[in-house]
């Protein structure tokens, strides 16, 4: 079992940056594949970033490619998730997920563990 805590979340106006963490405990995260999911209200749960074992591979939505940078620190067993340029449509709630295999994924159910979320709004 992996338990993730993720934290950072806050208030923040439109162009600002904000940058999460997810510390993991229960196992090591170096055997998973990492990402960060968000959820706006009202609306479905959707892919943001993931990153490999070896952060050598990053997947990001289109909507925040160039904006976003997922990071992770596995001796910390901690993954980052650095927002910048922060827009009012980037307000929701911030999930951190652990899958355990090796293949890169954007899919929700392929993620085995998930935290209990930060929110994040910025303001217009």
């Known amino acids: 079992q992996v338990q993730l805590v993720e934290s950072g979340g806050g208030l923040v106006q439109a162009g600002g940056s904000l940058r999460l963490s997810c510390a993991a405990s229960g196992r090591t995260i170096s055997s998973y594949v990492m990402g960060w999911f968000r959820q706006a209200p009202g609306k479905e749960r959707e892919f943001v970033a993931s990153?490999?074992?070896?952060?050598?591979?990053?997947y990001y939505a289109d909507n925040v490619k160039g904006r976003f940078t997922i990071s992770r620190d596995n001796a910390k067993n901690t993954v980052y998730l650095q927002m910048n340029s922060l827009k009012p449509e980037d307000t929701a709630v911030y999930y951190c997920a652990a899958k355990p295999r090796v293949t890169m994924s954007r899919t929700i159910n392929e993620y085995d563990y998930w935290g209990q979320g930060t929110q994040v709004t910025v303001s217009s």
């Open positions: 990153i490999n074992l070896g952060a050598s591979i990053r």
